[in-house]
């Protein structure tokens, strides 16, 4: 069996987190192994790259995989999915964390890709509009909310992203340092300067963990509901890094298993 780099087990065993990283990045011959193994028979693969902060249900995705009792489900962009019980979200991410989140009441999970561009809306950032679609985190919100307006029974964990040090956007880049500046004021001024290292909006270095959590203060979640496993991928020998200078040989894999 092909071992994961960490393995997390959350909310109560309802939910089982595994993070593949170096030196295997997983094709499809080997999720389906470990598909098997793990027995999960249904694979959830939305399309994460364009980071349009959306949450899909697994009704959306039509199937791209099959082979013995696996089957996987994908051609479908959303940055995250609802995963039913007995079904794994599969997650490929270089520095971008992934979000767990789970209703205590309903049970509902959703894993969901939490890019920087999925937790703001630059697009209308840098036409000068306003945010014409919710952050990733709220629209996880939205949804684990739908039949109960209590945002404390939501739980959340977030894992396998980049952390500040590694993640600058400074304002003296030659290409890109008038929106970047533009951008850091937006958090900072939204969402608080303690989003970047040390307060510094000049130099950016964001912390996307701390930016999340906000958001889903913001939305009403109880602070003592939000986790993140510490980890940061430009760090970690055994994670993948694509940030500039980085390693572009592959990318980390992240299962996510709603056990109950």
Do not use: W
Request: charge should be neutral; proline fraction near 4%; glycine fraction near 8%.
């Amino acid at each position: 069996m092909l071992e994961p780099t960490d393995r997390h087990l959350l909310f109560d065993g309802a939910v089982e987190a595994l993070v593949y990283g170096k030196p295997t990045d997983l094709e499809p011959s080997n999720l389906m192994q470990i598909s098997e193994e793990i027995e999960v028979e249904t694979i959830l693969k939305p399309e994460t790259h364009t980071f349009n902060a959306r949450v899909c249900d697994s009704s959306d995705l039509t199937k791209i995989g099959y082979r013995n009792s696996v089957t996987i489900l994908g051609n479908y962009p959303a940055d995250g999915v609802v995963i039913p019980i007995g079904q794994a979200a599969c997650l490929r991410t270089a520095d971008c964390p992934t979000i767990i989140a789970r209703h205590n009441n309903t049970g509902e999970v959703i894993a969901a890709h939490a890019g920087r561009a999925s937790l703001i809306d630059e697009t209308a950032l840098r036409n000068d509009q306003l945010e014409t679609r919710p952050s990733i985190v709220k629209a996880i919100c939205q949804r684990l909310l739908r039949a109960n307006h209590r945002s404390k029974v939501i739980q959340t964990m977030s894992i396998c992203g980049i952390g500040p040090m590694f993640f600058s956007h400074p304002a003296s880049d030659p290409k890109h340092g008038d929106f970047n500046l533009l951008r850091n004021r937006h958090i900072g001024g939204k969402y608080g300067a303690d989003c970047f290292l040390a307060g510094n909006l000049k130099r950016g270095n964001l912390n996307l963990f701390r930016l999340i959590a906000k958001q889903f203060i913001a939305c009403g979640v109880s602070i003592e509901n939000l986790a993140y496993d510490g980890v940061d991928t430009a760090s970690r020998t055994d994670r993948y890094f694509s940030r500039r200078g980085g390693d572009l040989t592959g990318h980390n894999t992240i299962l996510v298993i709603r056990r109950a």
